[in-house]
């Protein structure tokens, strides 16, 4: 993608808080390659699992996401 596209769409920012919440070191090294994608089919997975989280959030409120102290 290109980088004024990035730039508009501050997908500078949204990355750093997405991770804010990386829970281990190889998790934030994932994070620091997150690039948006442009496949249609790869962006439906995306939202289907985004959805998956949401419930699991919501059936499992005390679920940990942050590592221990």
Avoid: C, K, N
């Amino acid at each position: 993608m290109h980088a004024a596209t990035l730039r508009a769409l501050e997908f500078d920012q949204i990355a750093a808080v997405v991770r804010s919440y990386a829970v281990t070191p190889l998790g934030g090294r994932r994070l620091d390659h997150l690039e948006p994608s442009t496949e249609p089919a790869r962006v439906a997975e995306g939202l289907d699992l985004t959805g998956e989280a949401l419930l699991l959030l919501q059936d499992h409120q005390g679920l940990p996401l942050r590592a221990g102290a």
